[in-house]
């Protein structure tokens, strides 16, 4: 999954996984941004899981692409 990282205009970090729709994640800095996103695409993947509904390929967990 590729996790996309951009700095806002007001200072912010955002993190965001566009393969799961909703999993995105604001902070401070850059790497805060990243660990929320991450957590939040493992808690969407678990809950889908344990709903037998479908999820992303999961060949490696993460990699980050600046933007």
Known sequence: MK????REEDGRWVAEIAEIPGVLA???TEAQAVAKAEALALRVIADRLEHGE???ELKGVFSIVAA
Request: no cysteine; net charge negative.
């Open 3 to 6: 996790l996309e990282v951009e």
């Open 54 to 56: 479908n999820v992303p």
């Open 26 to 28: 604001y902070g401070e």
